[in-house]
Each structure stands twice: as C-alpha cells, then as structure tokens.
Nanobody
Framework: VQLVESGGGLVQAGGSLGLSCAVS????????MGWFRQAPGKEREFVAA????????YYADDVKGRFTISRDIAKKTEYLQMNSLKLDDTAVYYC????????????????WGQGTQVTVSS
C-alpha cells in the first residue's frame, strides 16, 4: 500500500489549504483513513480520522470546526480541508490508512505516507 500526500505549502494565518492523499496498491478491505501531524520539536499527534462507512469521524480538539476530513472511495483518495489556519498548525502532515475502526492512536495505522509540509506564516 502506498500513500502519497499533496497540497501542502505556505499559507498566511487565517487562510485555507487543502491536502489530498492518494492510495495505491492493495489497501485493506473497508480501511479507515486519517491524518496525523508532527511539528518541529514535538511528538506526532492525531488530527482527524474517518471510518470506511464515514459513520465515525474524529477530530483533535484544536482542529474541530476548522478542519474537515473527507474521502472519495472510488478514487481511493482522502482529503483534509484546513480553514482558519493558525501558526500552531505548522507541521508535516501525514496521511494514514488503518485496518480497524477509526481511532486516534497512531499505532493503529500500519500504512503511512511520506508527509507534506504545511507552513502557516504571520
């Protein structure tokens, strides 16, 4: 399974940015998709996740109301729309695929992309 993120870049605080993640290879049946991020000098943290059925969607508290996760199953693509970006959102964002129900635990996701840099400037 290969995951390739795109859409990262530089944006001013208060602006918006959209990330995409294309899944190739042979992903698990009914897989869960999500996003994590890692800021410089900080541990990797959960951002958002969505179950296969889309019935379960989770967001980290500090992105609720600003970020939206979505997916196109037919295209095997996942999206993260980020609005009202803050300086603290600066990080490398990773797309993940898991084999169980959506969780906020990084070890539940065996497949990871290489990451895409998001930088929010003042």
């Amino acid at each position: 399974v290969q995951l390739v993120e795109s859409g990262g870049g530089l944006v001013q605080a208060g602006g918006s940015l959209g990330l995409s993640c294309a899944v190739s290879g042979r992903p698990p049946t009914f897989y869960t998709m999500g996003w994590f991020r890692q800021a410089p000098g900080k541990e990797r943290e959960f951002v958002a996740a969505m179950s296969w059925s889309s019935n379960s969607i989770y967001y980290a508290d500090d992105v609720k109301g600003r970020f939206t996760i979505s997916r196109d199953i037919a295209k095997k693509t996942e999206y993260l729309q980020m609005n009202s970006l803050k300086l603290d959102d600066t990080a490398v964002y990773y797309c993940v695929v898991g084999t169980i129900t959506a969780t906020m635990t990084s070890t539940d996701y065996p497949y990871w992309g290489q990451g895409t840099q998001v930088t929010v400037s003042s």
